[in-house]
C-alpha cells in the first residue's frame, strides 16, 4: 500500500501496488520489487524495495529513484521529484508471504 502527494493540486492518493506490476501516479510507473513488514511481536515496520521511473510522453523515461523505503521513516529514503512524492504505508499480504495457503 502507498500514497501519492500531488504537489500542484495539494491531493493526496492512497493505493495498493502489487509486487511486480506497474502502477501509475501521474507521469510516475511505480513497481514494487520487495516487501517486508515486521511481526506482531516487534515495533511496527514495513518496508518497500521501489522502481520508480518519470515517463512523459516524446522523452526518455528517467530512472528517479531505486531502493527500499521505510513506512516509519519516509524521509530516511525519499523520492526526490519536483511535481510528486511517494511513500509506503504498509504491506498487506507481507505476513502470509511464507504460509501461503489457497482456499
Not at 511486480?20 to 510507473?29: A, H, P
Not at 510522453?57 to 530512472?63: R, T, Y
Not at 498487506?92 to 482456499?103: E, F, L, Q, W
Amino acid at each position: 500500500m502507498l500514497q501519492g502527494l500531488d504537489k500542484v493540486t495539494a491531493r493526496i492518493s492512497t493505493f495498493e501496488a502489487p509486487k511486480d506490476e506497474e502502477v501509475r501516479f501521474g507521469t510516475l510507473s511505480i513497481e514494487v520489487r520487495a516487501c517486508h513488514k515486521t511481526p506482531p511481536t516487534e515495533p511496527p515496520e514495513s518496508a518497500a524495495f521501489l522502481e520508480i521511473t518519470d515517463i512523459r510522453p516524446g522523452e526518455a523515461p528517467i530512472v528517479l529513484f531505486s531502493g527500499w523505503m521505510f513506512a516509519s521513516s519516509p524521509a530516511l529514503s525519499a523520492l526526490e521529484h519536483a511535481v510528486y512524492d511517494i511513500w509506503v504505508v504498509d504491506c498487506m499480504n507481507a505476513a502470509n508471504a511464507s504460509s501461503d495457503s489457497s482456499g
